[in-house]
T-cell receptor, first 114, second 109 residues
Framework: DAMVIQNPRYQVTQFGKPVTLSCSQTLNHNVMYWYQQKSSQAPKLLFHYYDKDFNNEADTPDNFQSRRPNTSFCFLDIRSPGLGDAAMYLC?????????????FGPGTRLTVT | GQNIDQPTEMTATEGAIVQINCTYQTSGFNGLFWYQQHAGEAPTFLSYNVLDGLEEKGRFSSFLSRSKGYSYLLLKELQMKDSASYLCAVMDSNYQLIWGAGTKLIIKP
């Protein structure tokens, strides 16, 4: 089945220790998104890629970076995680970024910072 | 600024009907989405409205009034598995989704 896959599902990292979250998709969608979601809050868009064009949201901290080496894969790097970065990180895809399509979400990675 | 408002929490009884409201103010409008999110899981798509009126899909219906900046999600014949958060999201003029914080729906037997 075509899907959005995120690994790992649960990640524990130490304060200040770099961590990378991964996302892959078999949907062949052009657009990929990274969201951060904290408990009982709306998903917050961190980045999105339209093909290889990278779009950084204005309020995304510099501590967060992203890479998309090809259509299928996208990575979220947190250079120096702080306690406030503990959250669910959601990867989503969409066929196009210039029309109204639904977004397809992966299962998420729950990040704990100790 | 852009804003999506929905109630924080609602409670309903199994077998009953519940309506979850959403009001929005956004820069442009390219449609409104409703997603369901169970605790600790990713959102899953429920419905999409871009024209005024009611869209029915099984037990779930979604209504939109663009002039009022208003939508609702109607859930009929509630089941225990419907206990979840329901997120309203509006696609703005740049085709970016503006998300509400979600309405936590608690279903009681």
């Amino acid at each position: 089945d075509a899907m959005v896959i995120q690994n790992p599902r649960y990640q524990v990292t130490q304060f200040g220790k770099p961590v990378t979250l991964s996302c892959s998709q078999t949907l062949n969608h052009n657009v990929m998104y990274w969201y951060q979601q904290k408990s009982s809050q709306a998903p917050k868009l961190l980045f999105h890629y339209y093909d290889k064009d990278f779009n950084n949201e204005a309020d995304t901290p510099d501590n967060f970076q992203s890479r998309r080496p090809n259509t299928s894969f996208c990575f979220l790097d947190i250079r120096s995680p702080g306690l406030g970065d503990a959250a669910m990180y959601l990867c989503a895809t969409s066929p196009r970024g210039d029309t109204s399509y639904e977004q397809y979400f992966g299962p998420g990675t729950r990040l704990t910072v100790t | 600024g852009q804003n999506i408002d929905q109630p924080t929490e609602m409670t309903a009884t199994e077998g009953a009907i519940v309506q979850i409201n959403c009001t929005y103010q956004t820069s442009g409008f390219n449609g409104l989405f409703w997603y369901q999110q169970h605790a600790g899981e990713a959102p899953t798509f429920l419905s999409y409205n871009v024209l005024d009126g009611l869209e029915e899909k099984g037990r779930f219906s979604s209504f939109l009034s663009r002039s009022k900046g208003y939508s609702y999600l109607l859930l009929k014949e509630l089941q225990m598995k419907d206990s979840a958060s329901y997120l309203c999201a509006v696609m703005d003029s740049n085709y970016q989704l503006i998300w509400g914080a979600g309405t936590k729906l608690i279903i009681k037997p």
